[in-house]
C-alpha cells in the first residue's frame, strides 16, 4: 500500500475511540464506556488529530463538542464502522444469508409480530433476525434495513408493498371517564376530550363522516405510538380510536371499554415493505412467505 494511502487510513482504535467520545460528549465517558484510562482517551484522538490535519472536538464547560469538519467526518465513520461490523458478524455466521434487518412498528411489533416469531425461528434458525422501531418512512440504504412493517398507504418509493391486513377502529375510554360523561348519541363524542395518533389526524373525522354526521372534532392530546395513546385513555384524559386487536388485553381485562359500539375500518393498511434490490434476499423471501402465512392464519381467526 502506498504511504499516501496509509496515512488516510486511521487505526480502527482511533475510530472506535473518537465514535465514542463524539456519542458520549467526555473523554470520561468515553473512557468507562471502552475500559480505558481517560489518558489514552485523549491520546487516540490527539493522534488521530494530528494524522488528519485538523481538530475533531473543542472543549466546553461540561465535555467536548464536535467541530464542523470532526462532526462530518462522524457521520462517515459511523457508516464505515457499521459495515466493517456486518463483516464481522457475516465472517463469522459463515454467509451473509444469515441476516434479516426488519423495521416494526412499536405496538404491532410487541403485540402481534413478536409473540409470533417463534414459529420462525424455529423454521429457520440459521437467520440471524435483528429488529428496530421506526414509524413512518425512511431510507431502506441509509438506515441498513431490509424490509419494514409499514402502515399507511402502498407509495413507499423505490419499494415493494404487500398488503397484510386492515384494521377495525373503534372509540374507547377508561371505564371511569365513560361513568364521568353521558353519551347521548353518537354526536355527543365531539363535545369531550378527542386523543389522537399524530399520524392519522383524518381518523375522528372519517368515524364521524361514517355515521353521517357533520363535525368538526379537535384533539385536545396527540401522541405518536398507540400504546401512548392507550395509556392516556386508561388515565382517563378522554376518548381514543384504538385499533382493536392491538387493545384486546385492555379490553378484556377491563382497563378500557367501548365508548361507543360503532368501529370503522381505518383508511390506514399494514404492509411489508422491502427495497427492490432486495428482492432476491433468501432470508427477506423466507420471512415473506411465513408473514403472509401467518396473516392469513389470524384473518381466518377473527373471521371464526
Known amino acids: 500500500?502506498?504511504?499516501?494511502?496509509?496515512?488516510?487510513?486511521?487505526?480502527?482504535?482511533?475510530?472506535?475511540?473518537?465514535?465514542?467520545?463524539?456519542?458520549?460528549?467526555?473523554?470520561?465517558?468515553?473512557?468507562?464506556?471502552?475500559?480505558?484510562?481517560?489518558?489514552?482517551?485523549?491520546?487516540?484522538?490527539?493522534?488521530?488529530?494530528?494524522?488528519?490535519?485538523?481538530?475533531?472536538?473543542?472543549?466546553?464547560g461540561r465535555g467536548v463538542d464536535l467541530t464542523a469538519r470532526g462532526e462530518a467526518f462522524h457521520k462517515t465513520i459511523q457508516t464505515a464502522l457499521s459495515l466493517i461490523q456486518d463483516a464481522s458478524l457475516e465472517a463469522m455466521t459463515g454467509s451473509e444469508d444469515s441476516r434479516l434487518n426488519i423495521a416494526i412498528l412499536p405496538t404491532f411489533g410487541t403485540r402481534w409480530l413478536l409473540p409470533r416469531i417463534s414459529s420462525f425461528v424455529a423454521l429457520y434458525p440459521h437467520i440471524n433476525l435483528n429488529f428496530a422501531t421506526r414509524i413512518g418512512q425512511f431510507d431502506f440504504q441509509a438506515e441498513?434495513?431490509?424490509?419494514?412493517?409499514?402502515?399507511?398507504?402502498?407509495?413507499?418509493?423505490?419499494?415493494?408493498?404487500?398488503?397484510?391486513?386492515?384494521?377495525?377502529?373503534?372509540?374507547?375510554?377508561?371505564?371511569?371517564?365513560?361513568?364521568?360523561?353521558?353519551?347521548t348519541g353518537?354526536?355527543?363524542?365531539?363535545t369531550l376530550p378527542l386523543i389522537e395518533m399524530k399520524s392519522r389526524p383524518l381518523a375522528w373525522d372519517n368515524w364521524f363522516a361514517s355515521?353521517?354526521?357533520?363535525?368538526?372534532?379537535?384533539?385536545?392530546m396527540g401522541?405518536?405510538?398507540?400504546?401512548?395513546?392507550?395509556?392516556?385513555?386508561?388515565?382517563?384524559?378522554?376518548?381514543a380510536l384504538m385499533p382493536l386487536f392491538l387493545i384486546k388485553p385492555e379490553l378484556e381485562s377491563g382497563q378500557l371499554v367501548l365508548a361507543s359500539a360503532h368501529s370503522v375500518k381505518s383508511q390506514s393498511s399494514y404492509y411489508l415493505v422491502s427495497p427492490d434490490d432486495k428482492r432476491a434476499s433468501k432470508p427477506l423471501i423466507a420471512f415473506t412467505q411465513?408473514?403472509?402465512q401467518e396473516v392469513e392464519t389470524f384473518r381466518a381467526s377473527t373471521c371464526d
Open 1 to 60: 500500500m502506498k504511504s499516501l494511502q496509509r496515512r488516510l487510513l486511521p487505526s480502527t482504535t482511533a475510530l472506535v475511540t473518537m465514535d465514542s467520545v463524539a456519542r458520549l460528549g467526555s473523554f470520561s465517558a468515553a473512557a468507562a464506556e471502552l475500559n480505558l484510562t481517560q489518558g489514552a482517551i485523549s491520546r487516540q484522538i490527539l493522534a488521530l488529530e494530528q494524522q488528519l490535519g485538523t481538530p475533531l472536538f473543542v472543549r466546553n
Open 144 to 183: 441498513q434495513l431490509d424490509a419494514a412493517i409499514h402502515i399507511g398507504k402502498p407509495n413507499w418509493p423505490r419499494a415493494t408493498c404487500r398488503f397484510l391486513m386492515d384494521e377495525t377502529v373503534a372509540p374507547v375510554c377508561s371505564p371511569s371517564f365513560l361513568k364521568a360523561h353521558t353519551i
Open 186 to 190: 353518537q354526536d355527543a363524542l365531539a
Open 211 to 220: 355515521l353521517g354526521i357533520k363535525a368538526n372534532p379537535s384533539a385536545t
Open 223 to 239: 401522541f405518536e405510538q398507540f400504546m401512548n395513546v392507550a395509556q392516556a385513555c386508561i388515565a382517563g384524559l378522554g376518548v
Open 290 to 292: 411465513w408473514l403472509l
